[in-house]
């Protein structure tokens, strides 16, 4: 088992964040074997257009001339 991390340095070079997960080095065959398989197909998802942000201040009012 192995640990990949990746450290977030500020200007001098201090570590200010950190991120650390396990994993298992496959051997080479194994990764041969899992490319040379065909991909299933990912069930489509139906594509949602984002919802326009609220405004959060009403529009204002020109001003009036006299």
């Given at each position: 088992m192995h640990r990949l991390r990746?450290?977030?340095?500020?200007?001098s070079g201090?570590?200010?964040?950190?991120?650390?997960?396990?994993?298992?080095?496959?051997?080479?065959?194994?990764?041969?074997?899992?490319?040379?398989?065909?991909?299933a197909p990912a069930a489509a998802e139906p594509a949602v257009a984002p919802e326009a942000p609220a405004a959060s201040e009403p529009a204002s009012e020109p001003a009036a001339t006299a």
């Open positions: 990746a450290d977030q340095l500020d200007g201090k570590v200010v964040s950190r991120f650390e997960t396990p994993f298992k080095r496959e051997a080479p065959e194994a990764l041969a074997a899992a490319m040379a398989e065909p991909a």
